[in-house]
């Protein structure tokens, strides 16, 4: 398409840091978006490009050494057996929004490629079939995860393998994302450091066992809403430490009270989780 050649022809220059492409006609990466051309890039967004079906880059797939991409920056480059991968080394933000052709994700979401990705935001990519999440627990800085709306996720491993988490997430809210949701409970059980946890329409969840997942005494903020195969949430209820809770449309869970709307934000922190929230 035309529009490829487009953006082609539009390179920013090496020292931006946020870059945000929306409504992009092309269906395929610019040939700028690079770790050899924006080494300071930090935060990624595309939104509304609904023909890019693929992120795959030549740069994550790896190239020969001093093979035709020339010399790499040496703070992004890494070696194995002759080959180079080249990284977004300061990359922390990674946003996906609404790009409804996109079909996988597994060459360009992975810890080689984005070693320091702190924030990952995957939303309404209707067509999305596939992604890395086995490779999730390889994000070491990873804090913030939000996955919703990918209703054709398609997910073959066994459910203990599905999505593998680092133990540096503080954030987790699934919602709607068709068998990614067999993750669970078994994802939770690396997750020392998290805060929030927020399942929205997962239909494959049975059961979220919060007295014995090792985050029980720092979760704070817990929502469960439309989970239709959810009936337990472990023996001991709800944990004291959470002090914001909605609990919804959980037909099975007759053990806890279910509110019928959403509780009103007591504090800033509360309307900061609340706006995160893709509610």
């Known amino acids: 398409p035309c529009e490829n050649e487009v953006i082609d022809g539009l390179c920013p220059h090496e020292t931006i840091q946020h870059l945000k492409v929306y409504s992009f006609g092309g269906d395929r990466l610019p040939n700028w978006l690079n770790p050899e051309d924006l080494q300071n ?53 990674v946003s996906l929004v609404s790009c409804k052709g996109l079909k996988n994700l597994d060459q360009f979401l992975s810890p080689k490629n984005l070693p320091s990705l702190e924030s990952i935001l995957l939303s309404d990519c209707t067509s999305l079939e596939s992604i890395p999440a086995q490779e999730f627990v390889g994000f070491v800085h990873l804090r913030f995860l939000k996955i919703s709306f990918c209703r054709s996720l398609v ?10 988490l680092p133990p540096s997430l503080r954030r987790l809210c699934v919602w709607c994302c068709g068998e990614l949701d067999r993750s669970f409970p078994s994802c939770l059980q690396k997750l020392t450091s998290l805060t929030v946890l927020c399942l929205v329409e997962c239909g494959n969840v049975e059961s ?7 985050c029980r005494n ?22 004291s430490s959470i002090a914001f809770k909605y609990v919804g449309n959980c037909p099975k869970l007759t053990s806890v009270y279910q509110q019928s709307g959403w509780p009103s934000e007591r504090n800033e922190e509360e309307k900061e989780i609340r706006k995160w929230l893709p509610m």
């Open 41 to 93: 890039l930090r935060s990624l967004r595309f939104s509304c490009c609904h023909h890019l079906e693929t992120l795959s880059n030549p740069y994550f797939t790896g190239v020969t050494q001093g093979g035709s991409t020339g010399q790499h920056a040496s703070s992004s480059t890494n070696c194995s057996n002759g080959i180079a991968f080249v990284a977004f080394t300061r990359l922390t933000s």
């Open 208 to 214: 979220i066992p919060l007295d014995s997942i090792p």
């Open 218 to 239: 720092k979760l704070r903020y817990l929502v469960l809403r439309d989970c239709k195969e959810l009936s337990s949430i472990g023996g001991s209820g709800i944990p």
């Open 155 to 164: 997910c073959s491993r066994p459910s203990e393998e599905i999505m593998v």
